[in-house]
């Protein structure tokens, strides 16, 4: 079992930065990868960005150069920074892991990117 813990979420206006962290209850060396995908209202859950087991790193086509998702496995969390938000940011924010091919899932985090 895993469990994940978002935080870091909130308003901020267009152009902004925010940084959102996912703390895990065990190692997160121990999972097959980590990532962040983010839901909008009437819109599917996607992925953000993704992080595997050796740290390579993928992005949504949206948001390559502006996110960044790093991990610090002394604390057992994951961060996606985020810059330049823009509207179409605006979303619930959820961190997933992969551990023993099974995924999990945190509450989420809300971010709401204002004009």
């Known amino acids: 079992q895993v469990q994940l813990v978002e935080s870091g979420g909130g308003l901020v206006q267009a152009g902004g930065s925010l940084r959102l962290s996912c703390a895990a209850s065990r190692s997160i060396y121990s999972m097959n990868a980590m990532g962040w995908y983010r839901q909008a209202t009437g819109r599917q859950r996607e992925l953000v960005a993704r992080i595997n087991a050796v740290g390579s790193t993928n992005y949504a086509d949206s948001v390559k150069g502006r996110f960044t998702i790093s991990r610090d496995t002394a604390k057992n969390t994951v961060y996606l920074q985020m810059n330049s938000l823009n509207i179409e940011d605006t979303a619930n924010y959820y961190c997933?892991?992969?551990?023993?091919?099974?995924?999990?899932w945190g509450k989420g985090t809300l971010v709401t990117v204002s004009s």
């Open positions: 997933n892991a992969v551990f023993r091919g099974a995924d999990y």
